[in-house]
T-cell receptor, first 111, second 113 residues
Framework: QKEVEQDPGPLSVPEGAIVSLNCTYS??????FMWYRQYSRKGPELLMY????GNKEDGRFTAQVDKSSKYISLFIRDSQPSDSATYLC???????????FGQGTTLQVKP | DAGVIQSPRHEVTEMGQEVTLRCKPI?????LFWYRQTMMRGLELLIY????????DSGMPEDRFSAKMPNASFSTLKIQPSEPRDSAVYFC???????????FGPGTRLLVL
């Protein structure tokens, strides 16, 4: 079993839809949770960062962490065609610099 | 800020040849990471350095892979001899040690024939 599980999709939605992306994990030592966005043929770029449990909002993006369920989510409101990309969740424990990535979910937002 | 710089951007080589990938981290960052990304396995950490010292190389697939960081502004990942199954996109990332945000380079697309 992988430490981090993420449905690879693909996920296709119409412009303006609310998108929900999720990851589950098995390692209770994870304390830091991130979402990276990767456009085609580019490197991943950090989108959202959350420490421990709770919610964090940044514009149209909201990240949620539920440590009791070992489940994290990324919500995108009013999705745009420019949001079309692969979204990777990543997480790490406090005693290491090593990030563990999910497989990535490919999102397509259709105009 | 120039960001993380990787070279070459594309590499096509034949099985058995030596391949060297290069990375220049963001100035001032003292942690450097090498990743490999494939469709089947996703993004995998190969090795990371803190202050030029290798900390965790448990992801290095086998002895054919080696990485060095001779100074704070340069790192190499070498594959010798290369095999077709090494075909992937190799990313370098850097960060401040103790900080969680990693900044990725554009990647090197490697194809081993």
């Amino acid at each position: 079993q992988k430490e981090v599980e993420q449905d690879p999709g693909p996920l296709s939605v119409p412009e303006g839809a609310i998108v929900s992306l999720n990851c589950t994990y098995s390692n209770s030592a994870f304390q830091y949770f991130m979402w990276y966005r990767q456009y085609s043929r580019k490197g991943p770029e950090l989108l959202m960062y959350t420490y421990s449990s709770g919610n964090k909002e940044d514009g149209r993006f909201t990240a949620q962490v539920d440590k009791s369920s070992k489940y994290i989510s990324l919500f995108i409101r009013d999705s745009q065609p420019s949001d079309s990309a692969t979204y990777l969740c990543a997480m790490k424990a406090s005693n290491t610099g090593k990030l563990i990535f999910g497989q990535g979910t490919t999102l397509q937002v259709k105009p | 800020d120039a960001g993380v710089i990787q070279s070459p951007r594309h590499e096509v080589t034949e099985m058995g040849q030596e391949v060297t990938l290069r990375c220049k981290p963001i100035s001032g960052h003292n942690s450097l990471f090498w990743y490999r990304q494939t469709m089947m396995r996703g993004l995998e950490l190969l090795i990371y350095f803190n202050n030029n010292v290798p900390i965790d190389d448990s992801g290095m697939p086998e002895d054919r892979f080696s990485a060095k960081m001779p100074n704070a502004s340069f790192s190499t990942l070498k594959i010798q001899p290369s095999e077709p199954r090494d075909s992937a996109v190799y990313f370098c990332a850097s960060s401040w040690a103790g900080k969680e945000t990693q900044y990725f380079g554009p990647g090197t697309r490697l194809l081993v024939l």
